[in-house]
């Protein structure tokens, strides 16, 4: 589903993050990619949605090249991946129903048969009766909780996640870290980056690779499992 073909990634300030690095992640397969902080792993998963492009090599998924796609190709690629990044927040000024609702509205699809689906998660997340409030009505955590689910509502065969628990209360983490569970269980792909191994030791499957000067390497689950951060 996804590979890398000898990419190397340099920064504009000439840090290299990544170097000749090869990448394969099968259709149904949960990676966690695991190393200290700031040494690349939210570049590769950027890199894997197309936001930034190798300075060498090949990025592939579902055997397209994805940075050679239009704009118009890569939306349309794009909406069938769950993205849950730092970055990508709730819109001031909207319900968090109209944020949920957003990307298949930008999509065109009829949102009704949605809303269902919004309410059941928003309530099994703890978010009960709150579809109606704006934005700036939930606390940070929360805000952080909707924008994941945002990500998985449509129930993407792709699903990038980088530092996903990032902010959250521990009961919104679980929560996240169930449903994340379930999608894999329904044929997702996960593939998510985590300074900290710990939160992933109990998820059943996973593989484990380690983002380390600018090497990607397969990281023994008996390592991971023992919870500690891995440098």
């Known amino acids: 589903m996804i590979r ?11 840090a290299e993050v990544l170097h000749d ?6 259709r149904g397969d949960w990676v966690v990619v695991t190393g200290e902080g700031r040494v690349g792993k939210s570049t590769l998963l950027k890199l894997l949605c197309g936001e930034e492009s190798p300075t060498w ?43 949920l609702l957003l990307p ?19 309530d099994a997340a703890g978010l009960s009766g709150k579809g109606g409030y704006h934005t700036e009505e939930l606390s940070q955590s929360e805000q952080r909780l909707a924008a994941a689910l945002r ?15 990032q902010g959250l209360s521990p009961r919104s983490a679980d929560f996240l870290r169930q449903l994340l569970q379930d999608l894999h269980r329904e044929g997702a792909t996960l593939v998510v980056a985590s300074a900290d191994p710990a939160p992933w030791k109990s998820v059943p499957g ?15 689950a008996s390592r991971a499992v023992e919870g500690e951060r891995i440098g």
């Open 4 to 14: 890398l073909f000898h990419v190397t990634k340099v920064h504009a300030s000439g």
């Open 21 to 26: 690095a090869y990448f394969s992640v099968d």
């Open 57 to 99: 090599g090949l990025v592939h998924v579902n055997g397209q090249e994805i940075h050679s796609l239009s704009p118009e190709g890569r939306a349309q690629w794009l909406s069938t991946v769950g993205l849950i990044f730092p970055d990508l927040g709730l819109l001031p000024g909207r319900t968090i129903e109209e944020n």
């Open 104 to 122: 298949a509205l930008l999509r065109g699809e009829d949102v009704a048969p949605l809303k269902a689906r919004v309410a059941a998660l928003l």
């Open 151 to 165: 990500a998985v509502l449509p129930k993407p065969s792709l699903i990038l996640a980088d530092e996903p628990f």
């Open 206 to 220: 996973v593989d484990w690779v380690q983002l380390v000067g600018a090497k990607l390497r397969p990281m023994d």
